[in-house]
């Protein structure tokens, strides 16, 4: 599976905005897809999960209320809307994959950088 994110950027806090990432290479019926980041000098973070077969989500703490993970069959792509920035949502943003009986995602994108200015 090949992951293509894109979408990151510099927006004020407040502001929104939505990544994407593009999967090629396999039928993804049986996949979960999900976006994790990472912040300058800390671990990575979990963000958000959906489920591909039947678009099931789950959110990490820090973002729920404020991000929205989806994701359009027809393009094989997920997404995800960003509200209400915060700076502390400065981060590379990764997608990535895995098959839905695993725990452990293989396939990664190459992120893609989100500042959020004060």
């Known amino acids: 599976v090949q992951l293509q994110a894109c979408g990151g950027g510099l927006v004020q806090a407040g502001g929104s905005l939505r990544l994407s990432c593009a999967a090629s290479?396999?039928?993804?019926?049986?996949?979960?897809m999900a976006w994790f980041r990472q912040a300058s000098g800390k671990e990575r973070e979990f963000v958000a999960r959906?489920?591909?077969?039947?678009?099931?989500?789950s959110y990490g703490d820090s973002v729920k209320g404020r991000f929205t993970i989806s994701r359009d069959n027809v393009k094989n792509t997920v997404y995800l809307q960003m509200n209400s920035l915060k700076p502390e949502d400065t981060a590379v943003y990764y997608c990535?994959?895995?098959?839905?009986?695993?725990?452990?995602?293989?396939?990664w994108g190459q992120g893609t950088q989100v500042t959020v200015s004060s």
């Open positions: 990535a994959c895995r098959p839905s009986l695993t725990a452990s995602y293989p396939y």
């Open positions: 959906v489920s591909w077969s039947d678009g099931t989500t």
């Open positions: 290479g396999r039928t993804l019926s049986k996949y979960n």
